[in-house]
């Protein structure tokens, strides 16, 4: 794969993670993120050493978005750091299935993930190993393809839990376009119409969901760092 790069220097590089690579070192033979920014340094720094590549904050495999990655464990640390004092901040646009209520609104749920299954669902605050999460989101348009509702979303992060933003919208009956994974609700009883929608509207495809902003500060100067990434994909394209 050809990485494309946003920003590079000794301490970070912000590239682009498309859509069906892991975003952290995979177990198997396929791509991920790390082994294509090692082989990048490399050939800008031809070496025989181990070089650096530290995992700040991830994305699901199916999603495609901006990400940053530390090149020293100093910077690594730095970012880290704005992760727990939310002054790293992560924005997300998604096409989901139907139309929430509100236009401009926020999610408080409580999440418990299966790592066996590796699956999230929503349950009581009560139940023991549960985490907190909390999102917020803004309706930018909806519109009817083929007799489904579809609409597109902006989505800020204000936690970071597993698999959260297809967990809590999925939870409500408004599962993201191309989700096989969370397209089907226990709760919502049997085969959703999302499902039937997608494949009559040809939004059937990777999940709909990108990492469309990032801002930090650099971990060295301490500048305010904003990068922007318009969304690709078929279920996107619909809201050109």
Request: net charge positive; glycine share 10%; aromatic share 10%.
């Amino acid at each position: 794969m050809k990485l494309k790069v946003y920003f590079e220097d000794q301490s970070i590089i912000v590239v682009e993670k498309p859509a069906g690579i892991e975003s952290q070192s995979a177990k198997g033979f396929g791509a991920d993120m790390v082994s294509e920014i090692k082989k990048h340094i490399h050939k800008l720094s031809p070496s025989n050493r181990e070089f650096y590549v530290g995992v700040i904050h991830r994305l699901d495999k199916p999603v495609q978005g901006i990400m940053v990655y530390a090149k020293t464990k100093k910077a690594a640390a730095a970012l880290s750091k704005q992760v727990q004092q939310r002054t790293f901040t992560k924005t997300y646009e998604a096409v989901i299935c139907g139309k929430p209520v509100d236009n401009v609104g926020k999610y408080v749920d409580y999440l418990l993930k299966d790592g066996k299954t590796n699956y999230t669902q929503v349950v009581d605050k009560s139940v023991e190993g549960c985490k907190r999460a909390e999102l917020s989101y803004q309706v930018l348009g909806s519109k009817e393809i083929q007799g489904q509702v579809y609409s597109l979303v902006r989505i800020q992060l204000l936690t970071g839990r597993h698999h959260q933003i297809r967990v809590q919208f999925a939870s409500r009956g408004l599962p993201l376009a191309g989700d096989q994974k969370y397209g089907k609700m226990e709760n919502n009883g049997g085969e959703s119409s999302y499902i039937i929608g997608n494949q009559k509207s040809g939004l059937k495809e990777t999940v709909a969901l990108c990492s469309t902003g990032l801002s930090f500060y650099h971990p060295v100067s301490g500048k305010k760092m904003d990068f922007q990434e318009k969304p690709e994909g078929k279920a996107f394209s619909f809201f050109d």
